[in-house]
């Protein structure tokens, strides 16, 4: 988490000199989302996102070099910024590009998964998951035993129209309805962990996850001081178990690490 | 025995799910006449994927199914005018996916054609809406031999293809040869089922004493003139393209334009579908132009061009 964070305070810095020059979505805020996963799941799961996923493609293991390279755009290490933000994918660890329409990702990863059977995860937002194909898609895949994890990272807004102006059912109830075992929590890593203990990894398990984004839908804009930061509260949890040096140490290595990455 | 364009369909993806491992996916394919007669009679077949009725979504769960090209994939479009819905992964994801992201998406998608009493929607060819599109393969095989080549080109590129299919070729076993002339007056350029049309209409213009070449277009993109195509308009220096999709704003504008630039004297025409939605009653049809209404334009088109320098 600490890692995706200031990774993406590099990025929000580099934005605001006016190094980037492509759209970006940041994820500051909902990291706990990624970061969880990633150390839940296999390593080497398909993974099929879409725009702000800098923290799947972190905390899986992609190369922060070469995000850095596609965020400025040049020719360092990625494709001179073809995929950018909001299109980033790695095959080295097996993280899907995504096109750009919201949602397409969940059609593609049930047929990735029907093709080749394995555990696959997806993610969307609660603004994707209104698309058209997505909860169809979701019931296809139920009838068809389609090991798929699905996720929706629910910030409540799309772009800025929340949630409630648009829709009145939830995610997890319309999952179930369709047959899929799903959930509703908050973004707490062990809220998440204790979730995906229960997917056996056979079957389309969707998991909504209410999450709180801390800047704008695009770009490094911020209209208000975060009320939830989940990071802040690990740090303090941690603290309060007596790991203050330990988490002292890593953040340190973690700090340095990154500025060495954006200087 | 000699393999009508149905029967040989039919044979090669009934080898792609027994030999090859392959899946063809679709929409009720398994239903009454197994989609013209085109997909093998293997209902128990675990290849066999029947797809829910989720257009848009049908269309996305095919293209993450030939991600990577880890088994040969066919999905089948029944009607092409529910390309609007089907294709939207294919062109928005299928065709990018190995040009931005590296990895290949090779999904061979048959989309049938049918006309004639179906009204505004399914009725007609679409293949102009992916003439627009990289990253798509886009072929209009009306025999046996010419799918087969589509078939094998499909299967060593990384990229979508796109068979425009036509109900109206399922029957024809042989190849459609061109048609030349010693001193053509016109050179007809027919697409898909406009190819029948136009071959009926060849022996009809030469029975009124109009001698015309005909050739035929498979390959619509990449774009491959027939040989000796170019050469008969560099003599007749007029064309008229036939085709059983919209005549405006679709292909055949497409390649006029790039016939232009390679005989920019040629004079050109276009037929195929008109610009108005298709009834269901014969008299508000929407068809592929006949023969006689060939005829007719191609006299028309004779009439007025200036006389021609011998």
């Given at each position: 988490m600490y890692y995706v964070r200031n990774f993406e305070l590099g990025v929000v810095s580099a934005h605001k000199k006016g190094?980037?020059?492509?759209?970006?979505?940041l994820g500051i805020g909902q990291e706990s989302i990624a970061s969880t996963l990633s150390c839940f799941l296999p390593k080497g799961i398909p993974i099929f996102a879409q725009h702000r996923a800098h923290s799947y493609?972190?905390?899986f293991g992609g190369n922060p070099n070469y995000l850095k390279s596609e965020l400025l755009s040049n020719s360092d290490f990625g494709t001179k910024g073809a995929r950018g933000s909001a299109s980033i994918s790695s095959t080295e660890i097996n993280m899907f590009g995504h096109s750009g329409l919201m949602g397409d990702q969940v059609p593609i990863a049930v047929g990735y998964g029907l093709t080749t059977g394995l555990p696959t995860l997806s993610v969307v937002g609660d603004a994707s998951v209104?698309?058209?194909?997505?909860?169809?898609?979701?019931?296809?895949?139920?009838?068809?035993?389609?090991?798929?994890?699905?996720?929706?990272?629910?910030?409540?807004l799309s772009i800025l129209t929340e949630k409630s102006v648009r829709r009145n059912w939830e995610t997890s109830e319309v999952a179930k309805a369709y047959g899929a075992k799903s959930f509703d929590i908050d973004d707490t890593p062990a809220s998440i962990w204790?979730?995906?203990?229960?997917?056996?990894?056979?079957?389309?398990?969707?998991?909504?996850v209410r999450t709180t984004r801390h800047y704008w839908h695009a770009g490094s804009g911020q209209d208000q001081a975060p009320q939830i930061d989940r990071l802040s509260e690990m740090r303090e949890s941690l603290e309060l178990q007596g790991l203050k040096d330990q988490v002292v140490a890593i953040e340190s290595r973690i700090k340095q690490e990154i500025e060495t990455l954006w200087n | 025995m000699e393999l009508n364009l149905a029967e040989f369909i039919t044979a090669k993806c009934e080898e792609l799910l027994i030999s090859q491992g392959g899946l063809i996916m679709g929409q009720c394919l398994t239903a009454v006449g197994w989609v013209g007669g085109t997909v093998p009679k293997l209902p128990d077949h675990e290849g066999l994927i029947e797809l829910s009725m989720a257009d848009v979504a049908g269309g996305g769960i095919a293209v993450g199914a030939a991600l990577n090209g880890l088994k040969p994939i066919v999905y089948v479009v029944r009607y092409q005018g529910f390309l609007w819905y089907n294709a939207i992964s294919v062109v928005n994801y299928a065709a990018k996916s190995y040009e931005l992201f590296g990895v290949k998406c090779p999904l061979l998608v048959r989309a049938i054609a049918m006309e004639g009493g179906i009204g505004p929607v399914a009725g007609?060819?679409?293949?102009?809406?992916?003439?627009?599109?990289?990253?798509?393969?886009?072929?209009?095989?009306?025999?046996p031999n010419e799918w087969g080549e589509v078939w094998d080109f499909h299967f060593a590129n990384p990229n979508p293809t796109i068979i425009s299919e036509h109900r109206l070729?399922?029957?024809?076993?042989?190849?459609?040869?061109?048609?030349?002339?010693?001193n053509p007056e016109v050179t007809l350029l027919a697409i898909s089922a406009g190819r029948i049309s136009a071959n009926?209409?060849?022996?009809?213009?030469?029975?009124?004493?109009?001698?015309?070449d005909l050739y035929h277009l498979t390959w619509l993109s990449p774009l491959r003139f027939p040989s000796g195509f170019l050469d008969s308009l560099r003599n007749s220096k007029l064309c008229l393209i036939i085709d059983s999709d919209f005549e405006y704003g679709g292909l055949a504008d497409t390649v006029a334009v790039q016939i232009l630039d390679a005989v920019p004297d040629a004079r050109i025409k276009i037929m195929g579908l008109s610009r108005k939605s298709a009834g269901f009653s014969p008299q508000t049809d929407n068809v592929t132009p006949s023969s006689s209404r060939i005829v007719e334009k191609v006299t028309e088109?004779?009439?007025?061009?200036?006389?021609r320098k011998l």
């Open positions: 190094l980037i020059s492509i759209p970006i979505y493609f972190l905390a209104e698309e058209d194909y997505v909860m169809s898609s979701i019931g296809y895949a139920v009838k068809r035993s389609i090991p798929l994890l699905l996720i929706c990272e629910d910030n409540n204790k979730t995906l203990e229960k997917w056996n990894m056979k079957e389309v398990f969707v998991v909504n | 007609g060819s679409h293949h102009s809406m992916f003439m627009r599109m990289p990253g798509i393969n886009i072929a209009a095989p009306m025999t070729s399922y029957k024809i076993s042989k190849d459609f040869p061109s048609i030349q002339s010693s009926q209409a060849s022996s009809e213009l030469i029975k009124n004493g109009i001698e015309s088109m004779l009439f007025e061009r200036p006389a």
